[in-house]
Structures are given as C-alpha cells and as structure tokens.
C-alpha cells in the first residue's frame, strides 16, 4: 500500500486513525512524533486537518482520506467516494440550547424563525429545511457554545462526542441530527487507477 | 483597473492559446483520419428543442428570450445539438455517420471553485453502429488521439449504464425503490448504498451481489470472475474486450461495472476518461440508442468527450515528466 498516499485528519480523530494504519501495516511512529512536519513520503502519508481531506482526496493530492461523516456532509458538493464506515470517532450531531424552556420553539412562534449558530452551515439548513422551519444560520469559526449565552443566537448546531463541552455551558440538547464516525473515502480516478491497492486497504479494514 | 467575468469564466491568452491550439489540432487530426467529419452547431438552441432530447435540456442552465419571445438556451453539451442535425440535415443519409467536435458548452457552477461555466469540449459521435463495433470503434479513435495529444498513460472506464438497475429488476425490486439506491450508487457513497441495499429486504446472497458490484473494475478478468446474473450481463462487454483487443488497445481499458453516468439519455455501454496526472475525470460518454429517435430519426449511436482543458493539465503533467 506504499504506492497510496493517505489524507490523515489531525485533531479527534488523529491517533484512532494512526492506530488503524499501524494495523494495516504502515509504520507511522514518525507521523505520531511530529506535530510540525505534514507530509510523510516515505510511509505515504499526508496530515492536515480534517475538513481539509477531502479536498486533497478530491483533487488526486492524496489518493484516500480519513475524515468525519460530519465533514462529508457539510461538503457534499465534493466529488469524493465514500468506501468505507470506519466505526470510530463516533459523534452527534445536536441542536442543543440554554437550559431552561425551548428557545427554537419559542422564536419560531413568535417571531417566525429561529437564529443558528453553527460551524456546520450546510447541514444545520438542510435540517432546518427538512422539518419546515425557518432558519437564519450565523456561521461561526471558533467556540460554538458561546453564541447562545451572548444571545446571538437562539441555539447552535454542533458536534458533540460526550457532551461535556455543552453541559459546562448550561446547554441542553434538543434533537439529533445524525450520528457521524470516521470515514474512508477515495479520489474517483485513484479508485479505478489504483483499484488493486485500494481494494487489498479496504479488505484489511473489514478483516 | 480590472474589471470581472462571471466565476467559472476565463480568458486565455495567447501562450495559452497556443498551447490549446496545438493541442486541438492534433486531437482533430486523429478524428480526421478515422473519417469523423468535424461539426459545427450554435451555442444558442431553441430550449423546446433542447429539451426533445432531455427532459432537463440536458440541464441547460442559461435561458434567454429572442426578439419574438421564443426562449432560447445555451446547449450544455455537443451531443443532443448533434441528434437535432442528423434529424433535420441527414434524413436520408445511409448511416453509418462520423462526427467531431470541438465547441464551447456550458453548465452551471455549483460551488464556483475549480468549475467551468464555459469549458471546451472535444469529442466524436459514431451514428448508425448499434452494437460493440462501433464502441470499439469510438474508444480506439479517442485513445488515439489523446495519444497525439502527447497522454501516454490516459485510461478509458467503461461500464454498462443498464447494468445495475437490470440486476435490481431480477431481484424483483420495484422500480420506485430504485432511486434512492441508484443514487447512493451514480456518487459511490459506498456505505451509503450498503445502508440502501439494506433496506430492500432482500436474501444474503442477492444482497452481497448489489454491494460487489461497484468495486468490481480492473481488466478482462473482472467480466470472467463475475457469475450469475451479472455474469450474463456482461455478454456485450465481452464481444467488445474481443474487439478492442483485436485494435490492441483493450490494456487501456479499465471495466468498471458501478460505473453510471449522469446525463440521462445513456442506454447501455458508459465511458469516463482519466490519466494519473489529473483527479478528475478528463470527459465521458457513451451510448444514447434511443435520443436520435426523440428527434425523428430512429439510429442508434455513441460517443465520447473530453474537457479540452483537463487534457491539456494532463499533457502539460506529461511533459513534465519527460
């Protein structure tokens, strides 16, 4: 699998994902040392953050990627295939809000729409579009669980592994949006060019 | 003091132009001596007409009213302008027909980077050859002259756009419930399809058949390894291996039986167009028996395209490499 070159995601999902190359076979001990140095040839592999892969898988600088399904979903407009769900790095996706009634309710009663905070633009309209409510989403880059406790929001769309973050800002969550693991995904060209070599990666995944 | 074009638009100037110039001049080249005769059709159509051969204009995405009010459209491809000419120009001429293009199409831009509002595409239309000759025949005259472009490690992927939904139809799934599964399938949203095929409710084996499908592509041995039903679906793929070995270019073939197309009006066989330098696609086609009817002269016919400009990224890749 030397002639692939990998999209690792680096964050979250950052040692789950090394842990299974080093499953696979590939030595990563130099990936897992080096904060600073990105690109790793000889073990083939590329590292950058997660919302970054598919960019780089879609465009053939990486040939596969890993990433979150939430990242996929916010991007879906990306020509990428998705192979295989990698099980690990298990999320939810939540509307949450302050603690104490239900401020999505009660701005949709009133006045009509409710004010989003979100990291995840995308998804948090098509949510919104899909249960007929009206949203105006206020994308944010930084901590989404501030938002709502300035009252620039109404509540937040986020992710949330064990809701620690949310709780230790007074936030509840209200409903589910999806749950999101780790995926593995292929540049399309790569995919019929490099079949053999992709196709013996996703077998070792699913042994 | 600079003054913009619309997103996915651009100029190209005369390096540049150069370039694509030498580069379309040896792909027409190659056309040429295979005898397709090169076509020229407007860039505008009236829509009505468009849409004779696609429900959707095949997605024509600018619209725009002449001096009488008639809407007009911008043609999004070269192949149903092409129909619409063997219809009305052609009506009595003893097939089979050759034609090549090298004209501007235009689409709309989903997400503004790295798409083309406007893109050139070359391409070839065989009209008349209904069976694995004339495949065989289209993937040998585009090899060849993405080969005089100066591509020397370019792939065709050809598949059957018939295939899958032929295989759902022997499991007995009902035609409403083809959607969702085809489109997990058309953006290889694997784990998507596994979830879709999933809820069909059907028995284990027929099961893992829809899910081997889409990653099975590699050589001649991917039609021999397939058994069952897949494996007799695949007599038209075989008949053109033969053909395509015996022109000597069947190891610049790569069978892929997930392969489907986005355009509608594809019957049967699909091609798509790659080379290691570039990620994306370079262009596609395949064949449309049915589209010439809708215009009143009932052929069948093939085709391929590619974006000019991708070509042209892969060939400036080529050199590099030399």
């Known amino acids: 699998m030397s002639a692939l070159m990998v999209a690792v995601p680096r964050g979250a999902l950052f040692d789950d994902t090394l842990d299974l190359l080093d499953r696979l076979g590939t030595d990563v001990s130099e990936v897992r040392g080096n904060d600073r140095k990105l690109l790793f040839a000889e073990p083939g592999i590329v590292t950058m953050r997660p919302s970054d892969v598919p960019t780089y898988v879609e465009h053939g600088s990486a040939d596969i990627g890993i990433t979150g399904k939430d990242v996929l979903l916010e991007q879906a407009q990306r020509k990428v295939y998705e192979l295989v769900d990698l099980g690990y790095g298990v999320c939810r996706m939540v509307v949450a809000a302050p603690a104490g009634g239900d401020p999505v309710a009660s701005a949709l009663k009133r006045l009509g729409r409710v004010r989003i905070a979100t990291k995840y633009p995308r998804v948090a309209a098509r949510h919104f579009a899909e249960t007929g409510r009206q949203v105006e989403i206020v994308e944010v880059k930084g901590s989404v669980e501030l938002a709502p406790l300035t009252g620039l929001v109404d509540a937040i769309v986020d992710l949330t592994a064990t809701g620690r973050t949310l709780e230790e800002n007074d936030l509840v969550v209200l409903e589910e949006v999806g749950v999101c693991t780790a995926r593995l995904i292929a540049n399309p060209v790569a995919h019929k060019l490099k079949a053999a070599e992709i196709d013996r990666l996703v077998q070792r995944i699913r042994s | ?322």
Do not use: K, N
């Open chain 2, 1 to 322: 003091m600079t003054h913009p074009i619309p997103p996915g638009t651009r100029d190209v100037l005369p390096d540049e132009m150069r370039e694509l110039r030498a580069l379309t001049d040896r792909m027409r080249a190659a056309f040429d001596r295979a005898r397709y005769g090169e076509i020229h059709t407007p860039a505008l159509e009236y829509e009505d007409v468009l849409r004779l051969g696609d429900e959707r204009a095949a997605g024509a995405a600018y619209r725009l009213f002449d001096e009488h009010g008639a809407v007009l459209a911008l043609r999004s491809d070269a192949t149903i302008p092409i129909a619409r000419v063997v219809a009305s120009r052609y009506q009595d001429a003893e097939p089979p027909l050759r034609f090549c293009y090298f004209t501007h199409s235009y689409r709309a831009v989903d997400r503004g980077v790295g798409e083309s509002r406007e893109f050139l595409q070359g391409g070839l239309e065989l009209i008349g050859d209904g069976g694995a000759e004339g495949e065989a025949e289209v993937v040998t005259v585009m090899v060849a002259a993405l080969e005089e472009a100066g591509l020397r490690r370019h792939r065709l992927g050809v598949g059957d756009s018939a295939l899958y939904r032929r295989l759902l139809h022997s499991f007995g799934v009902r035609e409403d419930r083809h959607t969702a599964v085809m489109a997990a399938l058309s953006q290889r949203d694997l784990v998507g399809l596994e979830f879709e095929v999933g809820r069909l409710g059907l028995p284990a084996a027929e099961r893992d058949e829809l899910l081997r499908v889409p990653e099975m592509r590699g050589g001649r041995e991917v039609i021999d390894r397939a058994g069952g039903p897949v494996g007799e679906a695949l007599d038209g793929l075989r008949r053109l291996h033969e053909l395509l070995e015996r022109r000597g270019v069947a190891d610049r073939v790569i069978f892929d039986l997930g392969l489907v197309r986005a355009l509608g009006y594809y019957t049967g066989v699909v091609f798509e167009v790659y080379d290691p330098a570039v990620g994306f696609t370079l262009g596609g086609g395949g064949r449309y028996d049915d589209l010439l009817g809708r215009f009143g002269r009932d052929l069948p016919a093939c085709g391929i395209a590619v974006d000019v400009e991708r070509v042209h990224v892969a060939q400036a890749a080529e050199e590099a490499l030399r």
